[in-house]
Antibody
């Protein structure tokens, strides 16, 4: 059984930082690309970032480029999202998602999300 | 404004067939696989269709996907009350170097 458990969310002031974590189990973490996807309250899904299975490549949505950094620790099966210079519009439920090799960029498994609220 | 375009809503009575469209461009749907997700309110999204028309294990064959050119469709046949959810299409975009989603379609079972 695949488990993805996000943590690290909370209430933070604009321009501050927050680091999200996603603990993975039930599959070979080091084989799969991993993504962060967010959903603002009452809105649709927005892709945030992807990291290759071995951390060798990363891509970001334009809305977070230069402010967010995705990383992973394959020895501990954990995915991270370092969020700096947070803005009110970054308020959302942040999901981590597993992208198995050969799935065609499909998010086969999702966590339950961690809520980030950016407010003064 | 989403890169992929979906109708905001769709509806049908139990047993009917509902189709949801997803329109994109040559930089995404035209040259890449399309994936579909179902999100019941208050829960995490779930993969419904991958690689245009493949169903993950456990997804009923009432759900089917297709793609033609720069558009894709999700069909739900034999509509059930528990199919009430939001449905999203997604694809990798070669110009943006990222995954793009449709705005989502809310399916209501009348």
């Amino acid at each position: 059984q695949v488990y993805l458990v996000e943590s690290g969310g909370g209430v933070v002031q604009p321009e501050r930082s927050l680091r999200l974590s996603c603990a993975a189990s039930g599959f070979t973490f080091s084989n799969d690309a991993m993504h962060w996807v967010r959903q603002a309250p009452g809105k649709g899904l927005e892709w945030v970032a992807v990291i290759w299975y071995d951390g060798s490549d990363k891509y970001y949505a334009d809305s977070v480029k230069g402010r967010f950094t995705i990383s992973r620790d394959n020895s501990r099966n954990i995915l991270f999202l370092q969020m700096n210079s947070l803005r009110v519009e970054d308020t959302a439920l942040y999901y981590c998602a597993r992208d198995p090799s050969g799935s065609g960029w499909a998010f086969a498994s999702w966590g339950q999300g961690t809520l980030v609220t950016v407010s003064s | 404004q989403s890169v992929l375009t979906q109708p905001p809503s769709a509806s049908g009575t139990p047993g009917q067939r509902v189709t949801i469209s997803c329109s994109g461009s040559s930089s995404n749907i035209g040259n890449r696989n399309v994936n579909w997700y179902q999100q019941v309110p208050g829960t995490a999204p779930k993969l419904l269709i991958y690689k245009n028309n493949q169903r993950p294990s456990g997804v009923p064959d009432r759900f089917s996907g297709s793609k033609s050119g720069t558009s894709a469709s999700l069909a739900i046949s034999g509509l059930h009350s528990d199919d009430e959810a939001d449905y999203y299409c997604a694809a990798w975009d070669e110009s943006l170097n990222g995954v793009v989603f449709g705005g989502g379609t809310k399916v209501t079972v009348l």
